[in-house]
Nanobody
Framework: QVQLVESGGGLVQPGGSLSVSCSAS????????MGWYRQAPGKQRELVAA???????DYGACVEGRFTVARDNAKKTISLQMNDLKPEDAAGYYC????????????WGQGTQVTVSS
């Protein structure tokens, strides 16, 4: 079982920046997909950014150009640099992993809150 621990998050004003990170540990030897997702009250959970073990990166349309994701396969970490934050970016941000390309398993972290005050 993989354990995902997120750190960072907090309160930031619109236009500000914030960084969150996630570290995976436990009985896992490889992770195919590692990424960040978010969900705000009343909204669907959506992709923020995800990276495969091969380095292929996929950004959500609403954040591309403002957010930057970086994954370290050896350290089993993924970080997300969020710039030019908007009120609509306020959400719980969750780290997630998919161990196998074609496997059904998906693990989630506890999440970290990002609040963008207006």
């Amino acid at each position: 079982q993989v354990q995902l621990v997120e750190s960072g998050g907090g309160l930031v004003q619109p236009g500000g920046s914030l960084s969150v990170s996630c570290s995976a540990s436990g009985s896992i030897f490889s992770i195919y997909l590692m990424g960040w997702y978010r969900q705000a009250p009343g909204k669907q959970r959506e992709l923020v950014a995800a990276v495969t073990s091969g380095g292929t990166t996929d950004y959500g349309a609403c954040v591309e150009g403002r957010f930057t994701v970086a994954r370290d396969n050896a350290k089993k970490t993924i970080s997300l640099q969020m710039n030019d934050l908007k009120p609509e970016d306020a959400a719980g941000y969750y780290c997630s992993v998919r161990p196998l390309l074609n496997g059904p398993r998906r693990d989630w972290g506890q999440g970290t809150q990002v609040t963008v005050s207006s």
